[in-house]
């Protein structure tokens, strides 16, 4: 009877054993598998990363484009606003120009007329005397 009690007690150790050796299999396995899926995660996170980064790169080169479109743009328009405002310039001055010749030519009539004025009156008081 001794024999089947330690023979009894012996396979419960073995199935303890096993039973061990099962539970250290599933636990390294877990372990394993939450590794992976660390690795698949960071690796995930870090596409998305590059990915963002080349999409800001990219909008910045589209940004920084349109800027100088519109820089081009504004020079142009200023360029364009400067030949307009010299040219208004030039059309006024012109237009000075020629209101002061006209204007000296008026007052030269005027002149020319006061003198023929004054001699008329001349004329009329040697005649009224």
Do not use: I, P, W, Y
């Given at each position: 009877m001794?024999?089947?009690?330690?023979?009894?007690?012996?396979?419960?150790?073995?199935r303890d054993q096993a039973k061990q050796e099962t539970q250290k299999?599933?636990?390294?396995k877990e372990q394993q598998?939450?590794?992976e899926a660390k690795k698949k995660v960071?690796?995930?996170?870090?596409?998305?990363?590059?990915?963002?980064?080349?999409?800001?790169s990219h909008l910045?080169?589209?940004v920084n484009a349109k800027k100088?479109?519109?820089k081009k743009e504004i020079e142009a328009g200023q360029k364009d606003l400067n030949e307009k405002v010299d040219d208004l310039k030039t059309r006024v001055?012109?237009?000075?120009?020629n209101l002061e010749k006209k204007v000296d030519r008026v007052q030269k009539d005027v002149n020319e007329l006061q003198e023929k004025v004054d001699?008329?009156?001349?004329?009329?008081?040697a005649n009224g005397q």
């Open positions: 001794l024999l089947l009690v330690v023979f009894a007690s012996g396979c419960g150790q073995v299999k599933v636990e390294a598998v939450k590794k960071e690796a995930k996170v870090q596409q998305a990363k590059d990915e963002a980064k080349k999409e800001a910045r080169k589209q100088q479109e519109v001055e012109t237009g000075q120009e001699e008329l009156l001349k004329k009329m008081d």
